[in-house]
């Protein structure tokens, strides 16, 4: 069977898809991508289905080693990835052969990368799913992070190969100041005007104590009415941005909690939740109020461009 | 009256009320029931909590609009709907010693016997209002005020999965190994999460929990029988 070696896992490598849906009742997280948009141009480009495992690599790219000829593509955040030593360009079909090693020199933007392999990453599914839950240790490869000497098996090619390389406009920018688009949360009414006026006009800092469960943000505090800033846990979404006692908003993210139990303020919208998987501690965002309409038709857009893309395969 | 709500462009709110009770909680349990079953397009989970439900959707496929008209017109009637019968889950839990660190604490916190409180804990059946926090992690409603006692100062760091608590009104299980600053009573070996086995979760949001004392000999038999998959777990409707 052909697999993939992990000679060195890099920061923090892991595997994810598209996510672990119908157990949120029971509050198992959805985790998968945090990046879902380069997840599935990794994917378009390997041939696989747009939800396949991919590894997921964070700052620090991995060493990866190859058993059998195959194909590979990496997108997001570019940490110069190499094959022998030598360079290879991002968002492109990569043939490798047996033997081959496929390497990152360093990060020159973003903060996650996907790499997608033909067949995709065959370990077992838990749930419905092959994503990594680090806090539960379930799914991906025994729950963990990779390891030295990890072998990943590739799942079974499908006969049509995968488009050659991803269209230039298609790829987002990605800085280190980024505008981040929300639309009006649950809570909204629960803040003093002068919070909502901080909230949307002043630059937060992404803290270092943000992971794949949650961004936490630094900056001019988002005041609450009175003390409300507790509300009856409920149900929290994608890029629910909450508002703590503190003042301090917390974005949250792929391995969120099912339900919290704090305002919730804004919305990240869909289209920029996987710009924002692409910043890291010490980058600054401001938020940008847009209609829920807006919003929506964004998600439409690039579902239609993402649908083209495939179909060229 | 149901109020609906959008959190973000993927999640739709659906509010019964601003409290937490058994009717409002279980007019979301209603309107899960009725929602699951109608199939709706578009929509990818549910996110049931004390009074609200979530409704995750991919907007590529529905967007709020036509999502919130499908919503409304399985909404009638609702609050007068019957809610299947509830089921009670009998939880062994062994109290006290290495099981229940805590247990003396809460005793003297209350001026009780570490026998009433006990007692007192396992008196009375408790209804998962919901799940969340963790996996497997239930919120229970309607502990005895008598036992209340705030969580440790000093959170511990490694909790195992099956440990009993308190912490102020609330009590419940850890589903998993995790940290925390709940008050320790007692252990129960049953598991709540096992990602491997159907059904995956011990319980679902409407049963109810009924801890009976067992021993630390009863607790180990039962551990090993958990272990071989030979327990039978004890679940009665509720009269």
């Known amino acids: ?313 | 009256m149901l109020k609906h709500i959008p959190s973000g462009d993927s999640a739709f709110i659906i509010k019964a009320g601003d409290e937490i009770s058994e009717e409002i909680n279980g007019t979301i349990r209603k309107l899960l029931i009725r929602l699951e079953n109608e199939k709706i397009e578009g929509v990818i989970d549910f996110i049931p909590s004390f009074n609200e439900l979530m409704i995750c959707y991919d907007p590529s496929v529905a967007g709020y609009r036509i999502l919130l008209e499908r919503l409304k017109s399985c909404e009638t009637e609702i609050e007068t709907a019957e809610l299947p019968e509830a089921w009670v889950v009998n939880v062994p839990v062994h109290y006290g010693g290495d099981y229940g660190p805590d247990l003396q604490f809460v005793a003297n916190h209350n001026s009780l016997s570490p026998e009433d409180v006990i007692r007192i804990h396992h008196s009375k059946d408790y209804l998962v209002y919901m799940l969340g926090f963790t996996p497997g992690f239930c919120y229970l409603g309607g502990m005895d005020q008598r036992i209340a006692t705030p969580r440790r100062q000093t959170p511990r760091t490694k909790i195992p999965a099956g440990a009993v608590g308190i912490a102020d009104i609330q009590t419940g299980i850890y589903p998993i190994d995790s940290p925390g600053g709940w008050q320790l009573i007692g252990k129960t070996p049953l598991r709540l999460f096992s990602p491997d086995q159907k059904p995956e979760f011990l319980f679902r949001a409407g049963d109810y929990i009924q801890f009976f004392p067992v021993t630390e000999e009863e607790y180990i038999y039962i551990d090993k029988m958990v272990n071989e998959g030979t327990y039978h777990i004890n679940r009665t409707k509720r009269q």
């Open chain 1, 1 to 313: 069977m052909p697999s993939v070696v992990i000679q060195s896992p890099g920061l923090l490598t892991t595997i994810q898809d598209s996510g672990r849906y119908g157990y949120q009742r029971f509050g198992m997280p959805v985790c998968g991508a945090m990046d879902l948009l380069s997840l599935e141009l990794a994917n378009i480009l390997a041939g696989n289905s747009p939800h396949a495992a991919c590894l997921e690599a964070t700052i620090m790219g991995p060493e990866i080693s190859f058993t059998d000829d195959t194909c590979v593509a990496v997108t997001g955040a570019d940490m110069s990835p190499c094959i022998n030593g030598k360079n290879v360009p991002m968002n492109t079909l990569l043939n490798v052969k047996a033997g081959d090693r496929l390497g990152f020199r360093g990060l020159i933007s973003g903060c996650r990368s996907y790499i997608a392999f033909s067949g995709g990453i065959d370990v077992p599914m838990v749930m419905g799913s092959r994503s990594t839950y680090l806090r539960a240790q379930i799914g991906g490869l025994e729950g963990r992070a990779l390891k030295p000497g990890d072998v990943l098996p590739l799942g079974k090619t499908t006969e049509k190969p995968g488009i050659k390389k991803i269209p230039d406009d298609i790829i987002p920018r990605y800085l280190s100041e980024q505008t981040i688009r929300i639309t009006t949360g649950p809570e909204a009414h629960r803040f003093e005007m002068e919070g909502i006026r901080n909230f949307l006009t002043s630059e937060y800092t992404i803290t270092d104590r943000s992971d794949r469960m949650g961004y936490r943000l630094s900056g001019k505090p988002v005041i609450h009415h009175e003390d409300r800033a507790d509300i009856i846990s409920a149900g929290i979404a994608p890029g629910t941005v909450q508002v703590p006692g503190d003042g301090q908003p917390v974005i949250l993210m792929a391995d969120r909690q099912t339900s919290g139990g704090y305002a919730r303020i804004a919305n990240v919208i869909s289209i920029d939740l996987t710009l924002l998987a692409q910043m890291k501690p010490g980058d600054s965002l401001r938020f940008r109020q847009i209609s829920l309409d807006q919003a929506q038709e964004l998600v439409k857009e690039r579902h239609m461009i993402l649908a083209c893309l495939a179909k060229k395969r």
